[in-house]
């Protein structure tokens, strides 16, 4: 059973309920965690504000900084114990649950490095005045965390936070949750009160955080259709919020690229996370000279991708539940359906059980840029490739959806990189590489439907504070 950590001690949910955990590699429940509601969000808010006004308020930010660095090398040090629950929680193969475990740490190396860095300015005003600004913490920040990064993501919003000043109530997802890491940051002295996790569904208890007066910013990672409802709660009473939302991201494909490079990229971007990641580069636009070699490419290397348990450590590991599994079949029988023709599949090993939730990665060819395959985030392993003639119909395409997150340009020509670069509307664009080495100090977000407000490296600290300005007349 696990339970929610509220003031650094595990609580049961007022509610009285539990949810069942399920391991996506065979559908099977080994866990359950607190169903909570609005009276735990309550409590937790008020353990929060409890460290606010007491012991966090007393700590330097030296001492803040060394105390993430704490946590930072406990972590470390439980690589294989945090990659073992998120590997069960969500089905990520052995490498990237590891590989979320140390970017982990190492977010809270990079943020324990910032805390006594974030300052202000002084400006020049009338004569006999003195200006200065403060950057002081919003106070208590809720974080509403999706399942498919849960680790990173707890890094970098919860890390970026409390290494600007604020202490933090954490809603994890229904499916992954994160009360280990907590229980570690109390075990390396993080005052009573300064990370507190609830669990439960998100209309219930993350609804709750959303919606309660005492979280002073939202950062929300996530949907964009739940976006706007935390966007709606946090409106009622002007709460800032940072917005994470979905991506389309285009992978493009110049003539001149350098096909050795671009070909693992193009693959590890749909398929990591079985492509469940905000940043897949899941539509393919192709140099119409290269289209068919390198589909041709592309398809065998899809053929040789196998997926599997997450114990297995395969190319791709499940889906995280049934009903993901269920809308990634749909958007494939909508391919079928409207003629889009599929260039190859890989497969599913024979000894993964039935009751898992696996989806062979899928690359379909000519997909119409109308299409919904083209337009939605399927989130599962589907790469959709088109082709286009000439730069102006790549960045057309480019920027024909409503997210803008994150873009992959390939292409030898320097001027021509610059061009793509300054033209694609979205947050990340990405050169003759796609997001290589987790990107922890690289500010990251999106445009458009995509979000707004920016985490990972230092911008981040800007988002979760506020600044003051201080005017001193002291006469000439
Ligand atoms: P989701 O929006 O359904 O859930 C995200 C979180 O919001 C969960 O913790 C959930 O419990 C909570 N939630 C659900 N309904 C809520 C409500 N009414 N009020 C408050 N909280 C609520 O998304 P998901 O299925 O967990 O994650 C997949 C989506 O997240 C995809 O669209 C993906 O692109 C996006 N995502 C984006 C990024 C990014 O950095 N841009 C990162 C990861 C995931």
């Not at 650094?8 to 965690?33: C, E, H, K, M, Y």
């Amino acid at each position: 059973m696990q339970y929610n950590f509220i003031a650094n001690i595990s609580q049961v949910s007022s509610s009285g309920l539990t949810l069942a955990v399920v391991d996506p590699s065979d559908g099977q429940v080994f866990d359950q965690i607190q169903r909570s509601n609005a009276a735990d969000i309550d409590a937790a808010v008020r353990a929060a504000r409890q460290c606010l006004d007491t012991a966090w308020r007393q700590l330097d930010a030296v001492e803040r900084g060394r105390l993430l660095m704490r946590l930072s090398v406990k972590i470390s040090a439980s690589v294989e114990e945090l990659a073992a629950i998120e590997q069960r929680d969500c089905g990520k193969p052995t490498r990237q649950a590891r590989a979320d475990a140390v970017a982990l740490a190492r977010y809270f190396e990079f943020y324990a490095g910032a805390c006594d860095k974030l300052h202000g300015d002084t400006l020049p005003y009338l004569e006999g005045y003195s200006v200065l600004t403060w950057r002081e913490p919003h106070g208590i920040t809720g974080h509403v965390i999706p399942w498919n990064y849960p680790m990173q993501i707890f890094g970098r919003s919860v890390g970026g936070a409390l290494a600007a000043g604020n202490v933090c109530v954490v809603k994890p997802a229904e499916d992954a949750s994160l009360i280990r890491v907590a229980q570690m940051a109390a075990e390396v002295g993080f005052p009573t009160g300064a990370i507190n996790i609830v669990t439960g569904y998100g209309h219930e208890v993350g609804d709750a955080l959303a919606r309660h007066p005492g979280i002073d910013h939202i950062s929300f990672t996530g949907s964009p259709s739940v976006g706007t409802l935390i966007q709606q709660a946090a409106a009622e009473r002007h709460c800032p919020v940072t917005l994470e939302l979905g991506g389309k991201s285009p992978q493009i494909v110049f003539a001149d690229a350098d096909l050795d490079a671009a070909v693992p990229a193009i693959i590890n971007g749909i398929v990591q996370n079985a492509g469940q990641t905000c940043s897949a580069g899941s539509r393919l636009l192709v140099d119409q000279a290269i289209y068919e070699p390198l589909l041709e490419r592309l398809g065998a290397a899809f053929e040789a991708l196998r997926v599997g348990p997450a114990s297995s450590d395969l190319d791709l590991g499940p889906l995280i539940r049934q009903s993901q599994q269920q809308r990634v079949w749909d958007f494939l029988s909508d391919a079928h359906a409207g003629n889009i023709p599929m260039v190859a599949q890989g497969s599913v090993v024979e000894e993964a059980p039935q009751s898992g939730f696996y989806q062979a990665p899928t690359l379909l060819r000519d997909v119409p840029v109308n299409h919904r395959l083209a337009q939605e985030e399927v989130f599962g392993p589907v790469l959709c490739a088109m082709p286009f003639q000439g730069e102006d119909q790549a960045v057309a395409l480019a920027n024909a959806t409503q997210f803008g997150l994150v873009a992959g340009v390939w292409t030898a020509d320097g001027a021509r990189q610059f061009r793509m670069a300054r033209r694609i509307r979205s947050g990340q664009v990405f050169i003759n590489n796609y997001g290589a080495g987790g990107g922890v100090e690289l500010p990251f977000g999106g445009v458009k439907s995509s979000g707004y407000g920016r985490e990972k490296g230092f911008e981040a600290l800007l988002g979760f504070t506020t600044l003051k300005t201080v005017a001193f007349r002291h006469g000439s």
